[in-house]
């Protein structure tokens, strides 16, 4: 029954037509998920079904991202198991971190920093601390460009020996 879900609590509970309807998977892919234990339903009915709750759907999604960004299920796994060595307090990385995909590299953005989320090892500069730096460069060793008259309207700028035309 669409639009009818079991309540546990407060939460909404969600059948695996409704996921696979809302998330746009195959039903077929949503099984292996669960089988394989890469996502598995939080709640299973007396009957042996599961049920998904909003967190599960946060987390498929997020899976559902990554692997059409051309991660592999397996490097999902082992950022899942690195990442809940590398912060504990994590319970569900997928749903509770802010992930992105490079190439075959997971992402995973957390106060400010990124980094792998297999390696642990820091990925990203510091973008602030680089636009100071860059500031610094700019107000020590640069001199402003000069805009320079020259034929008619035409304006020549000159800056570090180098001359171009606007």
Known sequence: M??????????????????VEILGISRRQLQYWAQTHL????????????????????????AKRLIDAGVS????????????KILPA??????????????DVV??????????AVSGQEWIFEVAQFQRDVENW?????TPETPVRVRGAR??????GRVRTA
């Open 107 to 116: 992402l995973v953005f957390q106060d400010g920093v990124a980094f792998d």
């Open 138 to 142: 700019q107000n020590s060793s640069r």
């Open 39 to 62: 996502i598995s339903p939080s709640v299973q009915t007396p009957g042996g079904h599961g049920r998904y709750t909003f967190e599960d759907l946060v987390t498929l999604k997020a």
């Open 2 to 19: 669409r639009g009818e879900f079991p309540v546990v609590t407060d939460r909404p509970l969600f059948r695996a037509g409704d996921v």
């Open 90 to 103: 994590v319970d569900r990385p997928l749903a509770e971190l802010v992930l992105v995909a490079t190439g």
């Open 73 to 84: 299920v397996q490097r999902i796994r082992r950022s899942i198991r690195a990442l809940r």
């Open 155 to 160: 304006v020549v700028h000159r800056s570090r």
